[in-house]
């Protein structure tokens, strides 16, 4: 037995109709235009006409009937919270440029150093990247030591200098 064939009612033609007269995005105006002539035709023909399947005309008139427009319109993705509001980051940045640790021990920040003093004194469980990344925000970059070999003299690069 095959699925009954759902069409829309007259009362949200109508309105899908009024929609789509003052309506300018494009993919909102493709969803209203199916929706009406899911109205006067066969859902498998607009279906192929729109080049949808039959599923995505039946969710969006569903939609619009429960929502109206705003049942047709996507809704926003937004990205997780900081776990680090302002006064940590500014905690961050005076242990950074003071080259001190909370308790005031001198310390050579790394992002791993930087991570665990993070974690013990503001109990905020932190990935290195998302660390990263804060720094970053906050102006600041990686430095990196020049690479020296095992086996150089450090005299004699001295004495090879121009400007020594």
Do not use: C
């Amino acid at each position: 037995m095959s699925r009954p064939k759902k069409k829309i009612g007259e009362e949200a033609l109508l309105k899908a109709k009024e929609e789509l007269e003052k309506l300018k995005d494009g993919k909102l105006a493709v969803q209203l235009k199916a929706i009406i002539a899911s109205g006067e035709y066969q859902v498998e023909s607009v279906a192929l006409i729109f080049q949808v399947s039959k599923r995505s005309i039946f969710r969006w008139m569903d939609k619009f009937q429960k929502a109206g427009l705003n049942g047709l319109k996507d809704s926003p993705k937004g990205h997780l919270a900081s776990k680090l509001d302002t006064e940590h980051k500014k905690e961050i940045e005076r242990w950074i440029l003071s080259g001190r640790t909370s308790d005031g021990k001198k310390v050579n920040w790394t992002l791993n150093k930087l991570k665990a003093e993070v974690e013990r004194v503001m109990d905020v469980k932190i990935s290195t990247t998302a660390l990263w990344n804060y720094l970053k925000g906050m102006s600041f970059v990686l430095k990196k030591p020049r690479p020296t070999h095992v086996k150089a003299d450090k005299q004699k690069q001295n004495d090879f200098k121009k400007n020594s």
